[in-house]
């Protein structure tokens, strides 16, 4: 078992990244990991989980405020609930609570302007 992997009674705690279990429950303990950035000013995130077998990754995000992505599309089905503050796109303003799911290919901006922190579940 690597060092980010702690045995816990009824489940196994991870700091990081996880795929899928072999057997019994995985615990994320993202509190304990840092946010990654990948070269987009304003962005941070922490992958929870990643399963190359079925292409699922889930993801917390940060966005600073004032922060805005350009339109892209993803390859997968997108899946956004935000967890903290505003984020929007070319349609509306979300908060918390409110759940996005996008198509696959759909053309799409994101941003906020004061903070968000968003749950975000990539799938084919």
Known sequence: MSS????ST????????MSRPDAGSLVARSAESDWQTDGSSGFSYKTLFNDPVT????MLMKVEPGCVAPSHAHD???????????????????????????APGALHTGGTHSGATVLLVYSN
């Open 4 to 7: 980010n992997v702690k045995e």
């Open 10 to 17: 009824g489940a196994t705690d991870v700091v990081g990244a």
């Open 55 to 58: 292409g699922q990754t889930t």
């Open 76 to 102: 997968n089905l997108e899946q956004i609930y935000v967890l903290e503050g505003e984020f929007y796109d070319e349609y509306r303003i979300y908060g918390p609570g409110d759940f996005v799911v996008r």
